[in-house]
């Protein structure tokens, strides 16, 4: 038997493999003999079918299971002793069977390529402080405030920051775009609004109808208004001033606090545990960065597959070449990570106990609302289980780095 192996890629493997006429007849021989002894053809009992009549009669199709059987000895006595360990099921082309009964054929498949792995434990990594901590701390007061505010009719035209109770519809033409929208608050002068309905809904009153027409240009990133003129049509129905609570302890009780200094309690640990998050976000971006960067291979064209059509589930995003164009390097990456991470995992034999496989199913089996006993399945997942190796390894890497 003569073998060759080639390496078109770093994940990818090669075979051609020539098997001489000798083993080939014995595979064929072995394979007729089975079934003359289980063949049945009419006017002959079970077993006793003349060779010559069961060549004659199945030739093609014996010949046809016995190659399969060989093909697949070898392939499985090649990857032994050429030491590979493929990570794909095999294709099998250019298959040829002469008439002297010698066989030829190429056997394909990816495996996970070979890469030195860099250092890991003990790598530097830069903690990064959050700013602006008053601000955050004052916006959120701030939201507090928004979400307990009340809102008071007023008997004048709208005036900048009032806010008007209206029903609306967007026309282009006499046709409505959509729906009405009913019962709508907005807020005179919010930047968040167009410019023109800014301008046009000062000065209305309760019972006006009021019309603005806006021309969008061309070039709006918006394609579906791009050029079009839109007619707003609004209804009024009052017009009120927001009115917010005191920053005092009545405040604070309607919320559930004893007090505000309770309250800014609260906000004050809210804030410190979210920007220890956000660090403990940054230095596990920075591990990544690392790992993808100081390891230089390229990854199995079925793993950046996977990574890139689970990202595409994730962001819910349809599958077309500007998509494949903006993700296939994050899709690269995710792969390469994912490699590096099992390499490392694997040298640290870091496993999931059956502990942390029961408490990532209980997370899994509240986000999705269900009872833990139907996602019991996943403990033999290795999507899953990875998922449990590679939050640990990252642990255990943040663990042993050295921040500074």
Not at 19 to 27: C, G, H, L, N
Not at 218 to 241: C, H, M, Q, W
Not at 301 to 323: C, G, M, Q, R, V
Request: overall charge negative.
């Amino acid at each position: 038997m003569e073998i060759k192996v080639f390496e078109p890629e770093q994940w990818l493997r090669e075979l051609e493999i020539l098997v001489e006429p000798e083993r080939v007849k014995k595979k064929i021989e072995e394979i007729t003999g089975t079934y003359v002894r289980q063949a049945e053809v009419p006017g002959f009992r079970k077993g006793k079918v003349p060779r010559p009549v069961l060549e004659k009669r199945y030739g093609p199709a014996l010949e046809a299971v016995a190659m399969d059987k060989l093909i697949d000895e070898v392939y499985k006595e090649t990857i032994e002793a050429k030491n590979l360990k493929p990570l794909t099921a095999a294709k099998v082309t250019d298959y040829n069977l002469s008439e002297d009964k010698q066989l030829t054929f190429k056997i394909s498949f990816e495996i996970i390529p070979e890469f030195e792995l860099k250092e890991y434990n003990g790598i530097r990594l830069k903690k990064q402080e959050p700013t602006g901590f008053e601000q955050e701390f004052e916006r959120r007061l701030k939201l507090l405030q928004d979400r307990c505010a009340t809102f008071k009719p007023l008997k004048r035209p709208a005036e900048n920051g009032d806010f008007i109770l209206c029903d609306y519809g967007i026309y282009e033409g006499d046709n409505i775009i959509g729906k009405m929208n009913n019962n709508v608050l907005i807020q005179v002068n919010d930047e968040m609004n167009l410019k023109e309905i800014n301008q046009g809904l000062l000065g209305v009153k309760p019972g006006d109808s009021k019309e603005i027409a806006i021309t969008f240009p061309e070039d709006n990133p918006d394609k579906s208004v791009a050029g079009k003129t839109l007619n707003y049509k609004f209804t009024i129905r009052d017009i009120k001033e927001k009115i917010l609570p005191e920053l005092n302890d009545n405040f604070a009780q309607d919320l559930g606090f004893k007090d505000l200094d309770e309250l800014r309690r609260q906000l004050n640990d809210e804030i410190l545990s979210d920007r220890a998050h956000i660090i403990e976000s940054d230095l596990m971006n920075q591990i990544y960065n690392y790992l993808i960067q100081e390891h230089n291979f390229e990854s199995p064209a079925s793993f950046i597959a996977d990574s890139y059509n689970s990202i595409l589930k994730e962001h819910n995003l349809k599958e077309s070449e500007e998509t494949k164009e903006k993700l296939m390097l994050i899709a690269k990456n995710r792969a390469k990570f994912s490699i590096v991470i099992s390499r490392i995992a694997q040298q640290e034999n870091i496993k999931p106990s059956p502990e942390e496989i029961e408490a990532k199913i209980q997370e899994y089996a509240t986000q999705l609302k269900t009872e833990p006993a139907k996602l019991e399945h996943l403990s033999n997942n290795s999507v899953f289980l990875y998922e449990i190796i590679k939050e640990k390894t990252m642990d255990w890497i943040l663990k042993n780095a050295k921040v500074e």
